[in-house]
């Protein structure tokens, strides 16, 4: 059995993607056969620009994965790009999915409605250089009045046939300016490339290229898993067996928040990545919010809405009843507890930075290189069955 998962390359990994999907790829990997990839064509579909950025957080991402003990001795590890045959497979892929069925993806709604929003707000900033175009009407009516004898209204001047002719124009561009600004607002698809429209055919095709059975993935990625089942049926049906149905095992996440109370996440900046000396771990913690009502050290606390007894939840198991009890009954102060919570949390992350510091960025370009021999040995015998179903040769 094939389990396969990838993560885009963001940066740095936090302790979130260590409880939520690492800890669980590390189960994984005593039962299955796992490949684990850096999808970095995908990071690419929302960034095309920072490429390099990319393949800087590659490095910093699979570092993580070592230290926290993804094994490239049981996995196969290693980079989307490398492997050309996942760009071969999308193609292909990509001849049996409409549009219609891309347009209807969670990913690709949000970033319409997005874009619709921030339209609105562009409406508010595009300058239209009024100037020049009245610069240019100007010398076009010039060469007008000189060349063509306009017929002469009597009651009205040249300069009145001219000032209203003028306002004419200025007003049909002014409302042709308007609409085109209209059509843009409503037409957020103008900024969509057709790569992002793709990312669940390219997501579809990380998945069958490797005829994996089980796919590890949140909640939010099951509309992606769904069009890779579609498109594993459809290929069967039109052609002959060749992709087993890909099933997801959804990962119960336990809920990690951040400093500031919300979910943990690098873009709000309130996030304990796995990279963080002792020190920086003991400031955020020192940081973190906790139950606002908890003023004194006696007030009872609620740790149920405690965003320091959720990371007790996880990292302390052992004292999180009595930490809950102490807390809700005022007998635990907010400085004691999270003092409690750091001694835990270091001494998990203490090995990890450990081993953090022994891989060497050239251990990591061998790791990955292996892992690419590897990925693209299963990876080619597909496309060869794909395309031998397909009588493409
Ligand atoms: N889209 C996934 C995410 O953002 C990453 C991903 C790309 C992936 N290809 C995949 C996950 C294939 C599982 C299988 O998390």
């Not at 292909?92 to 409409?98: D, G, K």
């Not at 059975?213 to 049926?233: M, S």
């Not at 099933?247 to 979910?263: C, H, M, S, Y």
Request: a positive charge; hydrophobic letters at 35%.
């Amino acid at each position: 059995m094939i389990v396969l998962s990838g993560m885009r390359p963001t940066g740095k990994l936090h302790i979130g993607h260590l409880v939520g999907v690492l800890e669980n790829w590390k189960h994984l990997q005593d039962k299955y056969r796992c490949y684990f990839f850096i999808a970095d064509f995908h990071a690419l579909t929302e960034n095309p620009k920072n490429a390099f950025e990319i393949v800087q957080n590659t490095l910093e991402v699979v570092k993580d994965w070592i230290s926290v003990g993804i094994d490239y001795k049981k996995s196969v590890i290693f980079v989307q790009s490398k492997v050309m045959e996942h760009a071969q497979l999308h193609l292909i892929l990509s001849m049996l999915v409409s549009l219609n069925r891309l347009f209807r993806n969670p990913t690709y709604k949000e970033k319409v409605e997005e874009l619709a929003r921030r339209g609105i707000e562009s409406k508010l900033v595009l300058n239209v250089d009024e100037n020049r175009i009245e610069e240019s009407i100007n010398s076009t009516l010039d060469f007008i009045f000189k060349t063509i004898e306009i017929e002469n209204d009597k009651s009205k001047s040249r300069e009145q046939i001219y000032r209203k002719l003028k306002s004419d124009i200025m007003e049909l561009l002014r409302t042709t300016l308007d609409s085109s600004i209209i059509i843009e607002q409503f037409l957020p698809n103008a900024e969509i490339s057709y790569g992002f429209l793709g990312y669940p055919v390219l997501q579809s095709a990380d998945i069958l290229i490797y005829r994996a059975n089980f796919v590890p993935i949140g909640q939010d990625q099951i509309p992606h898993l769904e069009l890779a089942r579609e498109l594993a049926r459809r290929f069967n049906s039109l052609y002959s067996e060749v992709f087993p149905i890909p099933e997801p095992i959804l990962t119960e996440f336990p809920k990690v928040l951040g400093i500031d109370g919300r979910k943990m996440s690098k873009s709000y900046n309130n996030a304990i990545y796995i990279s963080d000396s002792s020190n920086t771990v003991k400031e955020k913690i020192r940081k973190y919010f906790t139950d606002p009502n908890k003023i004194r050290k006696n007030d009872p606390g609620r740790p149920d809405i405690c965003p320091i007894f959720y990371l007790h939840r996880v990292f302390n198991k052992e004292e999180k009843e009595e930490i809950y009890i102490d807390c809700s009954k005022g007998k635990l102060g907010c400085v004691d507890c999270k003092m409690k919570l750091f001694k835990k949390l270091d001494s998990y992350l203490e090995p990890i930075r450990q081993r953090r510091e022994e891989v060497s960025s050239k251990e990591i370009f061998d790791i990955l290189n292996d892992g690419f021999i590897e990925a693209q040995k299963r990876a080619q015998q597909t496309l060869e069955l794909a395309y031998k179903a397909m009588k493409f040769q």
